[in-house]
Nanobody
Framework: QVQLVESGGGLVQPGGSLRLSCAASGSIDSFRTMGWYRQAPGKQRELVAAITTITTVIAPSVKGRFTVSRDSARNTLYLQMDSLKPEDTAVYYC?????????WGKGTLVTIST
């Protein structure tokens, strides 16, 4: 029933910026938590950032560089990525938690390279 569609991925040079978007098919206010995960080649999927109505959590590896936000009017989750590093290269996935029921987007590829 719920669909999450990511966009905004691409190729960017180290030190550059990208803004990822996750459009939900319904009201994002219905979810307990929304967030971004990423999976690099040969590695496990890891949490990048998550947001609720009262708090946010940012992975130590991206703290100070990435910002997660949400726009309820547009039913969209965002991930602003600044000062990008080669190690940020991964497929980024949008995630939503409906009180124990998990929804995932198909992912968008982010490549940081010269």
């Amino acid at each position: 029933q719920v669909q999450l569609v990511e966009s905004g991925g691409g190729l960017v040079q180290p030190g550059g910026s990208l803004r990822l978007s996750c459009a939900a098919s319904g009201s994002i206010d219905s979810f307990r938590t929304m967030g971004w995960y990423r999976q690099a080649p040969g590695k496990q999927r890891e949490l990048v950032a998550a947001i609720t109505t009262i708090t946010t959590v940012i992975a130590p590896s991206v703290k100070g560089r990435f910002t997660v936000s949400r726009d309820s009017a547009r039913n969209t989750l965002y991930l602003q990525m600044d000062s990008l590093k080669p190690e940020d290269t991964a497929v980024y996935y949008c995630h939503a938690d409906y009180y124990g029921v998990n929804y995932w987007g198909k992912g968008t590829l982010v490549t940081i390279s010269t």
